[in-house]
Protein backbone atom coordinates (compact mmCIF):
# COMPACT_ATOMS: atom_id res chain seq x y z
CA UNK A 1 0.00 0.00 0.00
CA UNK A 2 2.75 2.45 0.41
CA UNK A 3 6.58 2.17 1.06
CA UNK A 4 7.19 5.58 3.42
CA UNK A 5 4.69 8.18 3.60
CA UNK A 6 6.95 11.01 1.71
CA UNK A 7 5.37 11.20 -1.67
CA UNK A 8 2.95 8.32 -0.87
CA UNK A 9 0.16 7.85 -3.30
CA UNK A 10 -2.26 7.75 -0.41
CA UNK A 11 -1.26 10.70 1.88
CA UNK A 12 -1.54 13.14 -2.27
CA UNK A 13 -4.63 11.20 -2.72
CA UNK A 14 -5.98 12.17 0.51
CA UNK A 15 -4.84 15.29 0.70
CA UNK A 16 -6.42 16.35 -2.58
CA UNK A 17 -9.80 14.15 -1.36
CA UNK A 18 -9.90 16.80 1.58
CA UNK A 19 -8.88 19.82 -0.18
CA UNK A 20 -11.88 19.39 -2.76
CA UNK A 21 -14.41 18.12 0.26
CA UNK A 22 -12.95 21.41 2.33
CA UNK A 23 -13.67 24.02 -0.26
CA UNK A 24 -16.63 22.06 -1.34
CA UNK A 25 -17.94 22.37 2.12
CA UNK A 26 -16.72 26.42 2.34
CA UNK A 27 -18.70 27.08 -0.73
CA UNK A 28 -21.98 25.26 0.24
CA UNK A 29 -21.63 27.01 3.57
CA UNK A 30 -21.34 30.67 1.91
CA UNK A 31 -24.33 29.66 0.24
CA UNK A 32 -26.65 28.15 2.77
CA UNK A 33 -26.08 30.77 5.50
CA UNK A 34 -25.95 34.07 6.74
CA UNK A 35 -22.41 33.44 8.21
CA UNK A 36 -21.04 35.91 10.99
CA UNK A 37 -17.90 33.73 10.25
CA UNK A 38 -15.20 36.14 8.06
CA UNK A 39 -14.67 33.88 5.00
CA UNK A 40 -10.84 34.70 6.46
CA UNK A 41 -11.75 32.29 9.36
CA UNK A 42 -13.21 29.68 7.65
CA UNK A 43 -10.37 28.87 4.96
CA UNK A 44 -7.42 29.35 7.56
CA UNK A 45 -9.32 26.99 9.79
CA UNK A 46 -10.01 24.21 7.19
CA UNK A 47 -5.82 24.64 5.98
CA UNK A 48 -4.97 24.25 9.54
CA UNK A 49 -7.08 21.41 9.87
CA UNK A 50 -5.87 19.28 6.84
CA UNK A 51 -2.52 20.11 8.41
CA UNK A 52 -2.69 18.69 11.48
CA UNK A 53 -4.54 15.53 9.79
CA UNK A 54 -1.55 15.26 7.16
CA UNK A 55 0.68 15.46 10.66
CA UNK A 56 -1.28 12.93 12.24
CA UNK A 57 -1.12 10.47 9.15
CA UNK A 58 2.09 11.29 8.87
CA UNK A 59 3.59 10.34 12.21
CA UNK A 60 1.16 7.14 12.34
CA UNK A 61 2.79 5.80 8.74
CA UNK A 62 6.50 7.12 10.00
CA UNK A 63 6.66 5.63 13.40
CA UNK A 64 4.14 1.74 13.39
CA UNK A 65 4.23 1.06 17.31
CA UNK A 66 1.80 0.58 20.07
CA UNK A 67 1.33 4.08 22.00
CA UNK A 68 1.62 3.96 25.59
CA UNK A 69 -1.20 5.23 27.70
CA UNK A 70 0.74 8.29 28.66
CA UNK A 71 1.46 9.01 25.41
CA UNK A 72 -2.09 8.52 24.01
CA UNK A 73 -3.71 10.28 27.25
CA UNK A 74 -1.33 13.29 26.19
CA UNK A 75 -3.09 13.43 22.06
CA UNK A 76 -6.30 13.04 23.50
CA UNK A 77 -5.96 15.64 25.54
CA UNK A 78 -4.53 17.52 23.33
CA UNK A 79 -7.14 17.54 20.61
CA UNK A 80 -9.68 18.03 23.49
CA UNK A 81 -8.20 21.71 24.44
CA UNK A 82 -7.75 22.11 20.42
CA UNK A 83 -11.49 21.64 19.88
CA UNK A 84 -12.24 24.10 23.12
CA UNK A 85 -10.11 26.87 22.16
CA UNK A 86 -11.73 26.14 18.21
CA UNK A 87 -14.91 26.94 19.95
CA UNK A 88 -13.68 30.00 22.06
CA UNK A 89 -12.11 31.09 18.77
CA UNK A 90 -15.81 31.13 17.14
CA UNK A 91 -17.33 32.80 19.78
CA UNK A 92 -14.79 36.01 19.38
CA UNK A 93 -15.36 35.48 15.51
CA UNK A 94 -18.81 34.68 15.37
CA UNK A 95 -21.32 34.41 18.02
CA UNK A 96 -21.75 32.43 21.63
CA UNK A 97 -24.33 30.47 19.27
CA UNK A 98 -21.49 29.69 16.79
CA UNK A 99 -19.68 28.12 19.78
CA UNK A 100 -22.13 26.18 21.64
CA UNK A 101 -23.49 24.77 18.29
CA UNK A 102 -19.77 23.26 17.28
CA UNK A 103 -19.29 22.13 21.02
CA UNK A 104 -23.07 20.32 21.14
CA UNK A 105 -22.46 19.02 17.38
CA UNK A 106 -18.99 17.73 18.81
CA UNK A 107 -19.96 16.37 21.46
CA UNK A 108 -22.66 14.34 19.44
CA UNK A 109 -20.28 13.65 16.73
CA UNK A 110 -17.48 12.55 19.66
CA UNK A 111 -19.97 9.67 21.34
CA UNK A 112 -20.84 8.53 18.28
CA UNK A 113 -17.24 8.11 16.91
CA UNK A 114 -17.00 6.75 20.48
CA UNK A 115 -19.15 4.25 19.37
CA UNK A 116 -17.32 3.19 16.17
CA UNK A 117 -14.33 2.70 18.37
CA UNK A 118 -16.23 -1.09 19.73
CA UNK A 119 -16.80 -2.12 16.15
CA UNK A 120 -13.21 -0.95 15.45
CA UNK A 121 -12.24 -3.42 18.57
CA UNK A 122 -14.04 -6.36 17.03
CA UNK A 123 -12.39 -5.92 13.42
CA UNK A 124 -8.75 -5.67 14.87
CA UNK A 125 -9.30 -8.90 16.94
CA UNK A 126 -11.36 -10.80 14.58
CA UNK A 127 -9.04 -10.55 11.78
CA UNK A 128 -5.86 -10.98 13.96
CA UNK A 129 -4.35 -7.25 12.96
CA UNK A 130 -0.70 -6.89 14.88
CA UNK A 131 -1.17 -4.57 17.49
CA UNK A 132 1.50 -3.09 16.32
CA UNK A 133 0.04 -1.68 12.65
CA UNK A 134 -3.14 -0.92 14.67
CA UNK A 135 -2.54 2.99 14.37
CA UNK A 136 -1.72 2.77 10.78
CA UNK A 137 -4.99 0.90 10.32
CA UNK A 138 -6.85 3.06 12.29
CA UNK A 139 -5.82 6.44 10.46
CA UNK A 140 -7.06 4.84 7.49
CA UNK A 141 -9.95 3.71 8.83
CA UNK A 142 -10.20 7.66 10.08
CA UNK A 143 -9.62 9.14 6.56
CA UNK A 144 -12.26 7.38 5.07
CA UNK A 145 -14.58 8.62 7.75
CA UNK A 146 -13.86 12.07 6.98
CA UNK A 147 -14.05 11.20 3.60
CA UNK A 148 -17.87 9.93 3.37
CA UNK A 149 -18.97 12.04 5.91
CA UNK A 150 -17.46 15.39 4.27
CA UNK A 151 -19.55 13.36 0.94
CA UNK A 152 -22.92 13.26 3.20
CA UNK A 153 -22.48 16.59 4.46
CA UNK A 154 -22.51 17.95 1.02
CA UNK A 155 -25.53 15.96 -0.44
CA UNK A 156 -27.57 16.58 3.20
CA UNK A 157 -26.57 20.43 3.05
CA UNK A 158 -28.11 19.95 -0.25
CA UNK A 159 -31.00 17.85 0.92
CA UNK A 160 -32.19 20.54 3.87
CA UNK A 161 -31.87 23.35 0.94
CA UNK A 162 -34.33 22.05 -1.50
CA UNK A 163 -36.71 19.89 0.87
CA UNK A 164 -37.06 21.37 3.87
CA UNK A 165 -39.59 18.21 4.90
CA UNK A 166 -36.14 16.16 4.59
CA UNK A 167 -36.25 17.09 8.79
CA UNK A 168 -38.78 14.11 8.80
CA UNK A 169 -37.15 11.43 7.32
CA UNK A 170 -33.99 12.21 9.38
CA UNK A 171 -36.00 12.72 12.68
CA UNK A 172 -37.90 9.08 11.80
CA UNK A 173 -34.39 7.88 10.84
CA UNK A 174 -32.35 8.56 13.90
CA UNK A 175 -35.57 7.24 16.15
CA UNK A 176 -35.14 4.01 14.13
CA UNK A 177 -31.35 4.31 14.62
CA UNK A 178 -31.80 4.69 17.87
CA UNK A 179 -34.26 1.87 18.74
CA UNK A 180 -31.66 -0.29 16.61
CA UNK A 181 -28.51 1.07 18.94
CA UNK A 182 -30.47 0.35 22.12
CA UNK A 183 -31.23 -3.61 21.13
CA UNK A 184 -28.00 -4.15 19.53
CA UNK A 185 -25.01 -6.19 20.42
CA UNK A 186 -21.38 -5.73 18.99
CA UNK A 187 -20.76 -9.59 19.44
CA UNK A 188 -23.52 -10.24 17.32
CA UNK A 189 -21.20 -9.50 14.04
CA UNK A 190 -19.39 -12.95 14.05
CA UNK A 191 -21.45 -14.80 11.89
CA UNK A 192 -22.07 -11.85 8.81
CA UNK A 193 -17.90 -11.50 9.00
CA UNK A 194 -17.48 -14.98 8.61
CA UNK A 195 -19.62 -15.23 5.79
CA UNK A 196 -18.37 -12.10 4.18
CA UNK A 197 -14.91 -13.63 4.69
CA UNK A 198 -15.82 -16.79 2.80
CA UNK A 199 -16.84 -14.83 -0.06
CA UNK A 200 -14.26 -12.68 -0.31
CA UNK A 201 -11.67 -15.86 -0.54
CA UNK A 202 -13.73 -17.70 -2.87
CA UNK A 203 -13.30 -14.91 -5.29
CA UNK A 204 -9.83 -13.61 -4.63
CA UNK A 205 -6.43 -15.25 -3.14
CA UNK A 206 -6.02 -14.03 -0.33
CA UNK A 207 -2.98 -15.26 2.78
CA UNK A 208 -3.46 -15.67 6.02
CA UNK A 209 -0.05 -13.26 6.83
CA UNK A 210 0.11 -10.05 7.34
CA UNK A 211 3.44 -8.08 5.30
CA UNK A 212 3.10 -4.80 7.33
CA UNK A 213 -0.33 -2.48 6.01
CA UNK A 214 0.52 -3.41 2.58
CA UNK A 215 -2.38 -5.10 0.52
CA UNK A 216 -0.71 -7.51 -1.92
CA UNK A 217 2.90 -9.04 -0.72
CA UNK A 218 4.73 -11.60 -2.69
CA UNK A 219 4.91 -14.96 -1.46
CA UNK A 220 6.46 -18.15 -3.56
CA UNK A 221 6.96 -15.54 -6.38
CA UNK A 222 3.48 -14.71 -6.47
CA UNK A 223 1.50 -11.62 -5.82
CA UNK A 224 -1.58 -12.51 -3.28
CA UNK A 225 -3.42 -10.34 -0.99
CA UNK A 226 -3.11 -9.80 2.90
CA UNK A 227 -5.60 -10.21 5.21
CA UNK A 228 -5.27 -6.04 5.32
CA UNK A 229 -7.69 -5.95 2.08
CA UNK A 230 -10.18 -7.28 4.17
CA UNK A 231 -10.03 -5.46 7.41
CA UNK A 232 -9.85 -2.59 5.38
CA UNK A 233 -13.24 -2.70 3.60
CA UNK A 234 -14.37 -4.02 6.92
CA UNK A 235 -13.43 -0.23 7.84
CA UNK A 236 -14.73 1.06 5.06
CA UNK A 237 -18.15 -0.54 5.78
CA UNK A 238 -18.25 0.29 9.33
CA UNK A 239 -17.75 4.07 8.36
CA UNK A 240 -20.33 4.13 5.54
CA UNK A 241 -23.19 2.99 8.05
CA UNK A 242 -21.79 5.29 10.91
CA UNK A 243 -22.06 8.40 8.58
CA UNK A 244 -25.66 7.84 7.75
CA UNK A 245 -26.21 7.68 11.08
CA UNK A 246 -23.88 11.28 12.63
CA UNK A 247 -24.80 13.39 9.42
CA UNK A 248 -28.78 13.46 10.17
CA UNK A 249 -27.82 13.45 14.13
CA UNK A 250 -25.72 16.46 13.51
CA UNK A 251 -27.88 18.58 11.12
CA UNK A 252 -30.03 17.91 13.73
CA UNK A 253 -27.77 20.50 15.99
CA UNK A 254 -26.80 23.02 13.15
CA UNK A 255 -28.18 23.52 9.46
CA UNK A 256 -24.47 25.20 9.26
CA UNK A 257 -22.12 22.96 6.93
CA UNK A 258 -18.99 24.81 8.45
CA UNK A 259 -19.59 23.67 11.69
CA UNK A 260 -20.81 20.58 10.95
CA UNK A 261 -17.85 19.73 9.27
CA UNK A 262 -15.58 20.91 11.75
CA UNK A 263 -17.09 19.08 14.24
CA UNK A 264 -16.88 16.32 12.54
CA UNK A 265 -12.82 16.82 11.88
CA UNK A 266 -12.33 17.55 15.74
CA UNK A 267 -14.39 14.25 16.74
CA UNK A 268 -12.29 11.94 14.58
CA UNK A 269 -9.13 13.55 15.87
CA UNK A 270 -7.49 11.48 18.25
CA UNK A 271 -9.71 8.79 17.63
CA UNK A 272 -6.79 6.47 16.64
CA UNK A 273 -4.89 7.29 20.09
CA UNK A 274 -8.53 7.04 22.07
CA UNK A 275 -8.40 3.72 21.35
CA UNK A 276 -4.95 2.49 22.55
CA UNK A 277 -6.34 4.84 25.75
CA UNK A 278 -9.52 3.14 26.67
CA UNK A 279 -7.70 -0.59 25.24
CA UNK A 280 -10.24 -3.47 26.90
CA UNK A 281 -11.75 -0.90 28.80
CA UNK A 282 -14.15 0.06 25.76
CA UNK A 283 -15.30 -3.42 25.59
CA UNK A 284 -16.51 -3.03 29.14
CA UNK A 285 -18.34 0.33 29.01
CA UNK A 286 -21.49 -1.90 29.02
CA UNK A 287 -24.20 0.91 28.96
CA UNK A 288 -22.54 3.11 26.71
CA UNK A 289 -24.72 2.10 23.76
CA UNK A 290 -27.64 2.92 26.01
CA UNK A 291 -26.62 6.96 26.07
CA UNK A 292 -26.02 6.77 22.47
CA UNK A 293 -29.31 5.27 21.71
CA UNK A 294 -30.92 8.00 24.17
CA UNK A 295 -29.09 10.95 22.00
CA UNK A 296 -30.07 9.78 19.00
CA UNK A 297 -33.70 9.29 19.66
CA UNK A 298 -33.47 12.61 21.20
CA UNK A 299 -32.09 14.24 18.59
CA UNK A 300 -34.60 12.53 16.38
CA UNK A 301 -37.77 13.90 18.25
CA UNK A 302 -36.15 17.83 18.52
CA UNK A 303 -35.38 17.08 14.35
CA UNK A 304 -39.22 16.06 13.92
CA UNK A 305 -40.41 18.92 16.11
CA UNK A 306 -38.63 21.51 14.16
CA UNK A 307 -39.67 19.59 11.10
CA UNK A 308 -43.36 20.24 12.84
CA UNK A 309 -42.16 24.00 13.91
CA UNK A 310 -41.57 25.14 10.26
CA UNK A 311 -43.89 22.71 8.56
CA UNK A 312 -44.84 23.21 4.68
CA UNK A 313 -45.86 19.81 3.79
CA UNK A 314 -49.24 20.61 2.73
CA UNK A 315 -51.57 17.17 4.05
CA UNK A 316 -49.35 18.15 7.38
CA UNK A 317 -51.98 20.85 9.42
CA UNK A 318 -52.59 22.27 6.02
CA UNK A 319 -49.08 23.42 4.84
CA UNK A 320 -48.73 25.75 8.17
CA UNK A 321 -46.33 25.22 11.13
CA UNK A 322 -47.84 23.37 14.36
CA UNK A 323 -47.63 26.24 16.80
CA UNK A 324 -47.45 23.56 19.72
CA UNK A 325 -44.50 21.88 18.50
CA UNK A 326 -41.40 22.67 20.95
CA UNK A 327 -37.90 24.17 19.22
CA UNK A 328 -35.34 22.95 21.24
CA UNK A 329 -32.58 25.57 21.90
CA UNK A 330 -28.71 24.28 21.41
CA UNK A 331 -28.08 24.69 25.20
CA UNK A 332 -30.63 22.18 25.96
CA UNK A 333 -28.82 19.84 23.43
CA UNK A 334 -25.58 20.22 24.76
CA UNK A 335 -26.87 19.41 28.43
CA UNK A 336 -28.70 16.39 27.14
CA UNK A 337 -26.08 15.03 25.53
CA UNK A 338 -23.44 15.31 28.13
CA UNK A 339 -25.80 14.09 30.41
CA UNK A 340 -26.79 11.04 28.47
CA UNK A 341 -22.74 10.37 28.61
CA UNK A 342 -22.33 11.24 31.61
CA UNK A 343 -24.56 8.84 33.82
CA UNK A 344 -24.14 5.86 30.66
CA UNK A 345 -20.25 6.03 31.30
CA UNK A 346 -20.63 6.13 35.44
CA UNK A 347 -23.21 3.26 35.22
CA UNK A 348 -20.76 1.29 33.16
CA UNK A 349 -17.77 1.76 35.59
CA UNK A 350 -19.95 0.99 38.62
CA UNK A 351 -21.14 -1.98 36.82
CA UNK A 352 -17.31 -2.85 36.40
CA UNK A 353 -16.33 -2.53 39.84
CA UNK A 354 -19.54 -4.63 41.15
CA UNK A 355 -18.47 -7.78 38.87
CA UNK A 356 -15.03 -7.20 40.14
CA UNK A 357 -16.17 -7.59 43.74
CA UNK A 358 -18.42 -10.60 42.58
CA UNK A 359 -15.62 -12.24 41.36
CA UNK A 360 -13.17 -11.97 44.52
Known amino acids: MRER ?44 LLLILALDLFLAYRRPHIPSTRESALWVGFYVLLALVFAGLMFWQGSAEHAVQFI ?120 VFTPILVVFIALGTTDLLFALDSIPAIFGITQDPFVVFTANIFALMGLRQLYFLLGDLIDKLEYLHYGIAFILAFIGVKLFFHALHSNDVPFINGGKSVEWAPDIDTFVSLGVIVASMAVATIASLVKIRIDARKAQ
Do not use: C
Not at 28 to 35: H, L, N, S
Not at 159 to 181: D, K, P, R
Open 104 to 223: TGWATEYSLSIDNLFVFVIIMARFSVPRKYQQEVLMVGIIIALVLRGIFILLGAQLIENFSWIFYIFGLFLIYTAIQQARENHDDMDETESGFIRFLRKRIEITDTYDGVKMRTLIDGKK
Open 5 to 48: LSGSPLLISTERGLVSLLTLASETAAKTTEAALPAWFEITAFVV
